[in-house]
């Protein structure tokens, strides 16, 4: 039963991070900047499941990616699944119970998709796509993470986050 409860609350955690996405996340400014509480939900839900179960909540994430934003429609989509399959993945090989693990499977996660994007939507060439990969990438995956950490320090023993307990 405690698991049980455990797993309720997490998914309530999820389910408000798709609302701050599609509510908070536009009145925050530059898109390129700002955190992006539907990737943040999908590697939350990604590193407490198995990489079959996460590839396909990455595809849905990134077919609805796709569909606010169809110019590349298609990569966003390759994108959240590879990224999903990802960090379901890595919960075998790292311990993802511990803060500083999390934080960096949330920055890799974040740049990942983001390179995802650029490459397999070949939108931008040459020095915009340069300046993207590293600059704005990063940037977002710096806002994104400190995002996720404080949802974590917030919802800790929703989480059991080992280093906060």
Not at 30 to 36: F, T
Not at 53 to 71: E, H, K, Q, R, Y
Not at 122 to 128: D, T
């Amino acid at each position: 039963m405690n698991t049980e409860r455990s797993g309720l609350q997490v998914g309530v955690v999820l389910f408000a991070l798709v609302i701050m996405h599609f509510t908070v996340r536009p009145l925050l400014g530059n898109d390129r900047l700002a955190p992006d509480f539907l990737l943040l939900a999908l590697m939350f839900f990604a590193i407490r499941s198995r990489p079959s179960s996460a590839a396909v909540a990455g595809f849905t994430v990134g077919i609805v990616a796709d569909a606010l934003t169809p110019l590349a429609f298609g990569a966003g989509a390759l994108a959240h699944t590879v990224v999903g399959y990802l960090q379901a993945w890595a919960k075998a090989v790292f311990f993802p119970d511990n803060l500083f693990v999390t934080t960096g499977l949330l920055l890799g996660g974040v740049w990942v998709r983001n390179s995802l994007v650029l490459l397999a939507g070949g939108q931008m060439r040459g020095v915009e796509l340069v300046w993207a990969l590293t600059a704005w990438s990063i940037a977002q995956a710096v806002t994104t993470t400190l995002t996720g950490l404080l949802v974590l320090i917030v919802f800790r023993r929703w989480f059991k986050i080992g280093i906060l307990q």
